[in-house]
């Protein structure tokens, strides 16, 4: 199996506002222009991706194009972010006021229009606000067809345009409407969109009650892997922690399916230093050097005959002394 490219590496960009009073003394407001410029100081941080509509309060696309151009930076894609309107606390896609949804569903159109604008091509979507909270507080069939005429429509409105959709269990809803890798893989089959996608978070996955190499593989079998959030975590919650950290094996063989399935997109690191004040910058490589490691580890799993032999029998104990061995030495 060949080597493949080096990832691109992007990360989570507000991120960087961590310390911002002592990193710009005296500065009252930090733009996305400032943001991008700490990014930019990361070794190996090659890629960027931006929030629709919050990164573009301060700056128009295209004045954003010429900052990531100017630092050498490319564009991975758009997230869109709908937490910050308070018509969308009851949904944004499925949310039940007619007029309020069809804000959501223009305010992406939006969105799409600036990606293409900036020459992207990927959109994520993580529809937050779109879930329940009480029994008896939703009605689960419009809320679920009124999702796959939405996500329809904007597929539709430049399919020159990947669109992912991105799952999470819960927060800040209850119970998200599409919080699992099954359930999402359902909605693009009925939305029937060849444009369509997965965006697939980490920590995410595990808190789902999922194994990322095992949901990598459903969605490469029934649709198209977009995006990957690289993190960690307990699996009790979006912990965010620094990628490898805790779930060390999960990962290498995330790399591994990874490596397989040729994905060739970037690795974006959602990770929250913000929660322990910790330095962005050197979280943000500590992220890099991590995968950087175990990618390596994953290019010698991948084409290791023993591990295969060992997999195709599911004898867990030679598998595990194999990848033990691969990750951390030899035993005496």
């Not at 029937?192 to 990598?216: I, K, S």
């Not at 029934?222 to 805790?246: E, F, P």
Request: charged share 25%; aromatic share 8%.
């Amino acid at each position: 199996m060949g080597d493949p490219q080096p990832p691109r590496y992007a990360a989570r960009l507000n991120s960087f506002k961590v310390g911002a009073e002592t990193y710009w003394p005296g500065r009252n407001r930090v733009t996305t222009a400032d943001l991008l410029e700490r990014a930019a100081t990361v070794e190996g941080l090659n890629a960027a991706d931006l929030n629709y509509p919050d990164h573009f309060e301060d700056a128009s696309p295209g004045e954003l194009a010429a900052v990531l151009g100017r630092l050498g930076i490319g564009l991975n894609g758009l997230a869109m972010r709908y937490y910050s309107d308070v018509d969308f606390r009851l949904g944004a896609l499925t949310n039940p006021d007619a007029n309020r949804r069809r804000k959501a569903i223009d305010l992406t159109r939006r969105g799409l229009d600036a990606l293409a604008e900036m020459g992207g091509t990927l959109m994520t979507l993580w529809l937050g606000q779109d879930g329940f909270d009480y029994p008896f507080q939703a009605d689960y069939g419009r809320m679920w067809d009124d999702t796959i005429a939405a996500v329809r429509e904007l597929a539709g409105h430049n399919p020159a345009i990947d669109i992912a959709l991105e799952y999470k269990p819960d927060e800040p809803r209850s119970y998200s409407l599409m919080g699992d890798a099954g359930t999402t893989l359902l909605a693009i089959r009925e939305a029937g969109a060849a444009n369509l996608g997965v965006t697939l978070d980490f920590a995410h996955v595990l808190y789902a009650g999922e194994m990322p190499a095992h949901t990598v593989h459903l969605v490469n079998r029934h649709s198209r892997l977009l995006g990957i959030q690289l993190n960690d975590g307990y699996g009790k919650r979006d912990d965010g922690l620094m990628a490898g950290s805790v779930h060390p094996v999960q990962t290498v063989e995330l790399l591994v399916a990874l490596r397989r399935c040729g994905y060739a997109r970037a690795i974006y690191f959602d990770t929250f230093p913000d929660t322990g004040g910790l330095d962005p910058v050197a979280e943000c490589r500590s992220n890099i050097e991590t995968i950087d490691r175990l990618r390596a580890v994953a290019a010698t799993l991948a084409d290791d005959e023993r591990l295969a032999q060992a997999i195709a029998r599911h004898d867990a104990t030679a598998s595990q002394r194999i990848v033990a061995a691969a990750l951390y030495g030899a035993g005496g």
